[in-house]
T-cell receptor, first 111, second 116 residues
C-alpha cells in the first residue's frame, strides 16, 4: 500500500477560494514533501517539511505536519486558475533516500 | 542548471523491441531515480541509484534494466515489454547527505511509453 494516502482525491473550487488537501502516512519519516504535476508531465517540488518541523510557508502555500497523527496538510490560499493540477505528498522514511508518493489530489480551480 | 532532461519524450515500441530511455542532470546530484506512472495514479518507485550504484530495486521485472554509466546519466533499458507497461516514465535526481534524502527531488518531464 502507499506510504502516503491523500484526501480528497479531487477538489473543485472557485478562483480566490482556499484549497486544503491532507496526507496520511504509516511509518516514521525523515521528511515529507509536496509536489505538483500538470497534465501528466514532470513533478515540481513545492515544499519540504522535516520531521521536527510543524509548519512551513512558501508564498500562498502553507504546509503543516503532525507526526503524532502521521499526517500533513497543504493549504493553497487565494487560488488561481493556474493552480489547477494534481498535488502529491511524498515521504522520505527515517533511513535512506527512498521517496514514496501518496495517491494525489486533483485540484480544479474554476475562473 | 536545475534541469533533468529525459529523452525521448514519446516512444512507441513493439513487444519484441529493445529500446532505452535516457536521463541526464548536471546539478551534481548523486542520487537518481526511475519512477513509473500510470494515468491518474501516483508515481511508483522502480529504481534508486546512489553514488552510481543500484541501491533500491522495487521488485521490478527483469525486462526493465537500469544503468548508471556516470554521475550525470541514468538509462533504463527496455526489452520484451508488455502492453501493460505503457506509462509515463519519470526520472528524478536529488542530493544525498550521509545516505539520506534531505532536499527536494528534481524531476524530468518524462517519457510517454506506449507498448503495442
Amino acid at each position: 500500500s502507499q506510504q502516503g494516502e491523500e484526501d480528497p482525491q479531487a477538489l473543485s473550487i472557485q478562483e480566490g477560494e482556499n484549497a486544503t488537501m491532507n496526507c496520511s502516512y504509516k511509518t516514521s519519516i525523515n521528511n515529507l514533501q509536496w509536489y505538483r504535476q500538470n497534465s501528466g508531465r514532470g513533478l515540481v517540488h513545492l515544499i519540504l517539511i522535516r520531521s521536527n518541523e510543524r509548519e512551513k510557508h512558501s508564498g500562498r502555500l502553507r504546509v503543516t505536519l503532525d507526526t503524532s497523527k502521521k499526517s500533513s496538510s497543504l493549504l493553497i490560499t487565494a487560488s488561481r486558475a493556474a493552480d489547477t493540477a494534481s498535488y502529491f505528498c511524498a515521504t522520505n522514511k527515517a533511513a535512506g533516500n527512498k521517496l514514496t508518493f501518496g495517491g494525489g489530489t486533483r485540484v480544479l480551480v474554476k475562473p | 542548471d536545475t534541469e533533468v532532461t529525459q529523452t525521448p519524450k514519446h516512444l512507441v515500441m513493439g513487444m519484441t523491441n529493445k529500446k532505452s530511455l535516457k536521463c541526464e542532470q548536471h546539478m551534481g546530484h548523486r542520487a537518481m531515480y526511475w519512477y513509473k506512472q500510470k494515468a491518474k495514479k501516483p508515481p511508483e518507485l522502480m529504481f534508486v541509484y546512489s553514488y552510481e550504484k543500484l541501491s533500491i530495486n522495487e521488485s521490478v521485472p527483469s525486462r526493465f534494466s537500469p544503468e548508471c554509466p556516470n554521475s550525470s546519466l541514468l538509462n533504463l533499458h527496455l526489452h520484451a515489454l508488455q502492453p501493460e507497461d505503457s506509462a509515463l516514465y519519470l526520472c528524478a535526481s536529488s542530493q544525498v547527505h550521509h545516505g539520506l534524502l534531505n532536499t527536494e527531488a528534481f524531476f524530468g518531464q518524462g517519457t510517454r511509453l506506449t507498448v503495442v
